[in-house]
């Protein structure tokens, strides 16, 4: 059942950056993802996307972004058209544009992830329809949903929570950052010099990870070596070292504190393994959860 909480989203439909949806909007999208995934086996949903289809181009792997986009379409109705960026005449140089254009004629949404923001926003300006970021190396705002959703899952509110990000200040925290300012949440961040976010966009930017970590109720990393980043994986790696999310760290943290990983880990590099396997973790959860914030931002959008 859909309630008065479902809104649009104002001006732009599109979900780039995760600085589109209010916080109201924010609240809605998460309570009408916790109602989906409830209501999943009895077909919660379906129908949403009845006679649409939606493309979902991707030009770097993936894993989750891939399988929760292509299932939560075909869960409320729709056809999902996965497009690798090499199969397209992208890859032969048609413009970024252009592609929009077409592909607007055919799809009600389109879902990207690329290896270039600005590529990704020219695609939006020029398509009729609303554009969703897959994942860019500046922001991946489709993850931070996820994790939303499992903070408020497993606290029953987010007003007020505090969340520690330790390592690099990459997309996947840079949009924890963002989307987690909307929803009331404090982000305090740590990381090296290098690898810190632009000042001001968390709620403590720091270097030392205890002074993060200290009382926060959720603890969360991500790899050292993204996608893109490979050319640089020993220096990143060497610098990124006493960051690790281990059960030492975690001591500092509140003890209801639950342990986040955006996925795919590398145990023994940002994360130990007893600590991605033990019991605060919550990442399994937290990857189910991709599907159930997309199908309610899909709806959203497309409502
Ligand atoms: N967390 C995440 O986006 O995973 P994939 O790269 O597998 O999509
Ligand atoms: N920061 C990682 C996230 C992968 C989901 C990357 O960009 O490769």
Redesign the pocket.
């Known amino acids: 059942m859909r309630g008065a909480y479902h809104p649009r989203l104002p001006v732009t439909r599109d979900f780039l950056t995760g600085e589109e949806p209010t916080g109201a909007e924010l609240t809605a999208l998460l309570e009408r993802g916790l109602e989906l995934k409830v209501g999943r086996r009895g077909g919660e949903g379906r129908g949403a996307l009845d006679g649409r289809s939606v493309a979902l181009v991707f030009e770097?792997p993936?894993t989750?972004?891939r399988v929760s986009f292509e299932v939560g379409v075909a869960e409320l109705g729709g056809t999902p058209v996965v497009l690798r960026g090499d199969e397209l005449q992208l890859a032969r140089g048609e413009s970024v544009a252009d592609t929009a254009r077409v592909l607007s004629r055919y799809v009600s949404a389109i879902v990207v992830r690329a290896g270039s923001h600005e590529a990704v926003a020219e695609l939006a300006g020029a398509a009729a329809v609303p554009v969703v970021n897959g994942?860019t190396?500046e922001h991946?705002p489709c993850?931070a949903l996820a994790d939303l959703l499992t903070l408020r899952e497993r606290f029953g509110g987010l007003e007020g929570l505090k969340i520690a990000y330790v390592g690099?200040g990459?997309?996947?925290a840079r949009s924890l950052a963002i989307v987690g300012r909307s929803a009331g949440v404090e982000v305090k961040v740590a990381s090296p010099e290098g690898y810190r976010l632009e000042p001001g966009l968390a709620a403590l930017d720091c270097r030392d990870p205890r002074e993060a970590v200290e009382g926060a109720d959720a603890v969360y990393t991500?790899?050292w070596v993204?996608?893109?980043?490979e050319s640089d994986a020993e220096r990143r790696r060497a610098d990124l070292a006493p960051y690790q999310i281990n059960a030492d760290l975690l001591d500092a943290a509140s003890d209801r504190a639950i342990v986040l990983h955006?996925?795919?880990a590398h145990p023994g590099e940002e994360i130990a393994e007893d600590v991605l396997y033990g019991d605060r973790s919550a990442v399994w959860d937290q990857a189910e959860n991709r599907l159930h914030a997309q199908k309610a931002l899909l709806e959203l959008l497309l409502a």
Do not use: F, Y
């Open positions: 770097k993936s989750r972004t994942l190396p991946h993850q690099d990459n997309n996947v991500d790899v993204s996608m893109g980043d955006c996925l795919p």
